[in-house]
């Protein structure tokens, strides 16, 4: 290398991958059905905007499918939330996580999931096995009730 090469690398930003636990593995949740996926999911949603705006976050899991962890990837108006691919399965590598569930609201109230939804399941599904990392279900939520992707035989 010569003198500026190694001047330009002193001016690069020094990235830090890092992942801390404050509990025990054994003690973390475990999701065995879309049922428990959706406890965890209504703990971690601020109730009053459910209704009000659309949020999309990702449940991340180890091998034996305890939550390692639940991150907001966005939220967005009335009708939609950017789901960014890239955001979704960076937190996923920085966590090592097994596999994700994907969920997100409908303010409108309504369980059904659009094409939309179907399109971005199957683009994330693709895309995890592309990584090793496997898509178990997406969520819709309301103030009331949830739909399973997965149970509804919708992926």
Not at 27 to 46: F, G, H, M, N, Q
Request: glycine fraction near 6%; include cysteine.
């Amino acid at each position: 290398m010569n003198p500026s090469q190694i001047n330009q690398l002193s001016n690069v930003a020094e990235l830090k991958i890092t992942y801390s636990r404050k509990i025990k593995a054994s003690e973390l949740p475990t999701v065995k059905s879309s049922y428990d996926a959706e406890e965890i999911l209504r703990e971690s949603w601020d109730v009053d905007t459910i209704e009000l705006v659309e949020t999309f976050k990702c449940i991340y899991l180890n091998r034996a499918n305890r939550v390692i962890g639940v991150v907001t990837i966005s939220t967005g108006g009335l009708t939609a939330a950017l789901a960014d691919p890239a955001r979704i399965f960076s937190a996923a590598i920085l966590a090592s996580a097994s596999s994700i569930i994907l969920a997100h609201n409908h303010p409108s109230g309504s369980l059904k999931p659009s094409e939309a939804d179907r399109k971005l399941t199957k683009n994330i599904k693709d895309g995890g096995k592309l990584l090793g990392i496997a898509l178990l279900d997406h969520l819709i939520l309301t103030s009331e009730s949830y739909y399973s992707m997965a149970d509804g035989c919708d992926m």
